[in-house]
């Protein structure tokens, strides 16, 4: 039997605790999870996209079979490209479930190989979101609670360089 590859997409500017769930998640169903870490598309992160994979795969040391790389372009491509058999993402309400369902159309539409698989977040961490954090974050508040460790410690170093600028 062939490896089964999944690939989690997104930007994680920053990961989140939602976003962790997930990924461990779909290491559980998966033998092998690439997270890949997209390029900001017209957008300024708070994060380089070098900054995100390094956090990544920080958040993501515990689980063996899942890698963290990063992109720029059509996701299809780089499923193609990696042999994956799925795409998975993160559902927190039923508005991510009408986004979620398009892109799933087009991108099955372009692979029809691939199928996207998508996992409804764990009720615990389903109201978290990178902007909101971001949002937290810029207002001074404490966000150590939504993000991995990793994160948290990257924010508080950018909040204390910043604080020093």
């Known amino acids: 039997m062939s490896e089964r590859t999944a690939i989690c997409p997104g930007t994680f500017d920053p990961l989140t605790r939602g976003h962790l769930d997930v990924v461990e998640r779909a290491a559980a169903l998966f033998d092998r999870v690439i997270v890949l870490c997209a390029a ?7 994060f380089s996209l070098a900054e995100r994979v390094e956090l990544t795969r920080a958040a993501v040391a515990h689980l063996d079979n899942v890698g963290v790389d990063a992109f720029e372009g059509l996701l299809v491509d780089y499923v193609r490209d990696a042999g994956a058999c799925a795409i998975v993402k993160g559902l927190r309400s039923i508005d991510d479930f009408h986004h979620e369902q398009q892109m799933a159309m087009m ?4 692979l029809p190989d691939a199928d996207t698989v998508l996992l409804v977040t764990s009720p615990d961490v389903q109201y978290i979101s990178s902007s909101l954090v971001r949002e937290i974050w810029a207002l001074g508040g404490d966000v150590g609670g939504f993000v991995p460790a990793p994160v948290a410690e990257a924010l508080q170093h950018k909040r204390q360089t910043s604080q020093h600028s």
């Open 107 to 110: 991108n099955r539409h372009m």
């Open 40 to 46: 900001h598309s017209g957008k300024r992160p708070l």
